[in-house]
């Protein structure tokens, strides 16, 4: 009785080995059709040939505007400001009076001056006859050039003028106030004014000192103004990819105004680009990278372009690899990576 039951359980212990390594067979078997299946995946696209397109190549930017010249009014005296000619909105003209500080350290050095012009006036005559040394008159002389330097910049620090013409944009001081390091007066130049517009690196070679270009503004629409691209500043910013270019307004009617949001569009003449749909570009999540995918012996290929003129819901892109004859994926690109199978719908 004992050896059937050791029969009965080891009859069932092979069949359980069995079972086990039939499942474990079929599981492989399963993997492996799994791995085989999603190496083969193949995703279906369509896509679109790059052939290049003439257009009239322009960017539009937008900045806000400065006065040419704006300077600080900041005597460099300290002590009692007397007067102040001015209030906010004064229009000056250059060499008006501004500000008036407080004139005793002036004065004195003036009636120094007047002292040190007749002691050197005698002293010359002096010498002539012989009764002063060329020391003495060396020494007068050093003096008196020194006190007249001092009684120059006291002048000039005293009674304070306008450097240029425009119009005082800042007050920070009463009469009577004591001036310390903040500046009395603001004084911006109105009849010209200047911007400073950011440029895609993309269009370095195409800007020029001397450029011809026009400034809109939503304050007065329909209205245009002429300006001048004055400098092209020399480097590129690394972390933006972006050129600084000076633009120069002028503003003889005094329309426009310092701190204005205005607009610009710049034309840079024809030129060939490869345009697509601008839906077909892909941004990289987290950044601001932009790329497309094309097609490579029967593969995506992810490819980083730089974004250039936008056409309505086309866009320009611009990459070394992204030549006439390169075929991009247009539709179904968002489920690609790089290197997966696709077949191009027509």
Known sequence: MKNEVNRAFMAKKKIFIYTLAALTLMACGKSKETATQEEERVEQVRT???????????????????????????????????????????????????????????????????????????????????????????????????????????????????????????KNYEDGELYGGQPILVLTQLDRLKALVAIPETYFPLFKAGMKLTLATEIYPGQTFPATVEVVYPTIDPSSHTFQCKIVIPNSRNLLRPGMYVTTTIGLGKANALIIPYQAVEKLVGANDRYVFVVEDGRAKRVAVTLGQRFDQDIEIIAPEIVPGVEVVTTGQHKLVDGVKVNVVK
């Open 48 to 170: 679109t040939v790059l052939q290049p397109r003439e257009i009239e190549r322009e960017i539009s930017v937008s900045t806000n505007l400065q006065g040419y010249i704006t300077q600080n009014v900041a005597p460099s005296l300290t002590g009692k400001i007397e007067h102040i000619y001015r209030e906010v909105g004064d229009r000056v003209s250059a060499g008006s009076d501004l500000v008036r500080m407080d004139q005793t350290q002036y004065k004195t050095t003036k009636i120094s001056m007047a002292n040190l012009t007749i002691e050197k006036n005698r002293i010359e005559m002096l010498l002539k006859t012989g009764s002063a040394t060329q020391q003495q008159y060396d020494q007068i002389t050093t003096q008196y050039n020194s006190t007249k330097e001092q009684l120059e910049f006291l002048e000039t620090n005293t009674y304070v003028k306008a450097p240029f013409a425009g119009v005082i944009s800042a």
